[in-house]
């Protein structure tokens, strides 16, 4: 359970309120791959108060993004790298700073998430083409959802 992950507000403020819709549609996204139940929390809804704008949307992307996922089905978590995984490489940013100078990174994280022979890869963090190396038998469907840095893909074996 994520009782209280950061709230949304009308701007940012540095580790304690995040304005941005999209951050919420991940959070809401990750939240259900992960199958962790969670509570929404917002600066006016501590408070009390009818959400502002920034923050209405706020919840909305988030409600968007758990529900992105189109099954009821059960997820299993499967980690880029790991054997069977549907991805087996990407370019990832790189933590040696020298490194990413010559070969920047496009895509910060990918998520899979399966369920039988259908999955879904949250593609987070992304900036160019992630050169993803599909593996274990999976391969891409399409992208069913996207927003500014990130995208989801449907994928299937």
Known sequence: ?????????????????????????ILGLLLRGF????????????NGALLRPNQHRCA????????????????????????GSPVSAANFHK????????????????YSFIAGPKGWTALVGLT????????GG??????IAARTGMQLIEIER
């Open 128 to 135: 160019g083409d992630p050169r993803i190396v599909w593996g």
């Open 35 to 46: 199958e962790i139940c969670s509570v929404f929390h917002s600066q006016d809804g501590l």
């Open 1 to 25: 359970m994520s009782g209280e992950p950061i709230g949304a507000d009308e701007t940012t403020e540095a580790g304690r309120r995040e304005a941005n819709p999209t951050f919420f549609y």
């Open 60 to 83: 909305l992307e988030h409600v968007d993004g758990f529900h992105a996922i189109p099954t009821d089905d059960r997820l299993q978590f499967v980690n880029a790298g790991w054997q």
């Open 138 to 143: 999976w391969r891409p469907v399409g992208v």
């Open 95 to 110: 933590d040696d700073p020298e490194e990413e100078k010559r070969n920047p990174g496009t895509v910060v994280r990918t």
